[in-house]
């Protein structure tokens, strides 16, 4: 078999390399401001929130899907609805932001999902068993919201401290309560 010759693959891998860039800086832009940095955190929030509430009633098998559509319908549509909810109240500012921005700043709520997801389809394939899936599902949303005072201080410019482990804490345990009410009314 035969390469071809070096210069050859050089502009599709620059090619590549400029296209996953763009799309990084995209994602990650450093000249976020503290209310797109608030925004973003709020859905972070309530992503994780929202796709904790779907877990803690599942009833998983080996065999059933139903518990991955749940997880990915919830996801997907909380944040269509966040989008929405977000396109209609930028209206009052007068100068709409960009349907990028938006669907930027709503990307925490699909990505609350990932890994959830992806620990799902491991039970589904009988890699887990369903109670360790669900477990470690709902255990990393937890990791997660922990976590976000931790972040919160790193966009303050600040280093973390002992008040921020227990503000992580904190946000657990009032999370945690959202998630029993939602489940408690809403299911």
């Known amino acids: 078999m035969t390469r071809p010759a070096p210069d050859a693959q050089a502009p599709a891998a620059a090619a590549a ?4 860039q763009r799309g990084w800086r995209w994602l990650t832009s450093s000249e976020v401001t503290p209310g ?3 925004g973003r955190i709020s859905a972070y ?6 796709i904790l509430a779907a877990l803690v009633p599942l009833t998983l098998s080996k065999s059933d899907t139903a518990g991955i559509l749940i997880v990915v319908g919830t996801s997907f549509s909380t944040f269509l609805a966040h989008l929405f909810a977000e396109s209609v109240g930028d209206q009052v500012r007068g100068s709409p932001e960009p349907l990028s921005r938006l669907l930027r700043d709503s990307l ?10 992806l620990v799902l389809v491991t039970v589904w394939q009988g890699w887990l068993t369903p109670r360790l899936g669900h477990l470690l599902a709902e255990l990393y949303l937890v ?8 972040v919160i201080t790193r966009l303050r410019g600040t ?18 309560v ?9 299911h």
């Open 45 to 50: 929030v309530y992503g994780n929130i929202l």
């Open 143 to 150: 990791v997660r919201l922990a976590g976000i005072p931790v």
């Open 36 to 38: 797109e940095a608030a």
């Open 108 to 117: 925490p709520i699909l990505t609350s999902a990932v890994i959830p997801v």
């Open 178 to 186: 959202i998630v029993v009410l939602k489940v408690a009314f809403a």
């Open 159 to 176: 280093r973390p401290t002992g008040a921020t482990l227990f503000g992580g804490l904190g946000l657990v345990v009032v999370a945690l």
């Open 17 to 20: 390399t400029d296209a996953v």
